[in-house]
């Protein structure tokens, strides 16, 4: 499975984002997704996944600012941060994991395929 980010961009605080995760070369159905991000200087850290099993999984860290849905029928997952701050800027990555190691969906060691990224800055 190939996995494309797209939605990074500059945006100010209290904006809201939305970024998608296309897939090509397989099917997100019966997969995993998660969102991940890094900061600069920061390890890479999962923010909330996605299973159609048992829905979103959010990391402590998630204040319900951020949302993560699939859109099957395009095979791409979305994830809408809302009300940004300058500490969200980061790049944010999907991967997927097999359904097997969906209770790690948030630990980067499971991943099973990375996308390349996508920069979100943060700033007045």
């Known amino acids: 499975v190939h996995l494309v980010e797209s939605g990074g961009g500059l945006v100010q605080p209290g904006d809201s984002l939305r970024l998608s995760c296309g897939a090509s070369?397989?099917?997100?159905?019966?997969?995993?997704v998660t969102w991940f991000r890094q900061a600069p200087g920061k390890e890479r850290e999962g923010i909330q996944c996605?299973?159609?099993?048992?829905?979103?999984i959010s990391a402590d860290s998630v204040q319900g600012r951020f949302a993560t849905s699939r859109d099957d029928a395009e095979n791409t997952v979305v994830l809408r941060i809302d009300n940004l701050k300058p500490d969200d800027t980061a790049v944010y990555y999907c991967?997927?994991?097999?359904?097997?190691?969906?209770?790690?969906?948030?630990?980067?060691?499971?991943?099973?395929?990375w996308g390349q990224g996508t920069q979100v800055t943060v700033s007045s």
């Open positions: 991967a997927v994991f097999p359904q097997k190691f969906v209770e790690r969906c948030l630990d980067s060691a499971y991943v099973q395929f």
């Open positions: 070369g397989g099917s997100l159905d019966n997969l995993v």
């Open positions: 996605i299973d159609t099993r048992h829905g979103t």
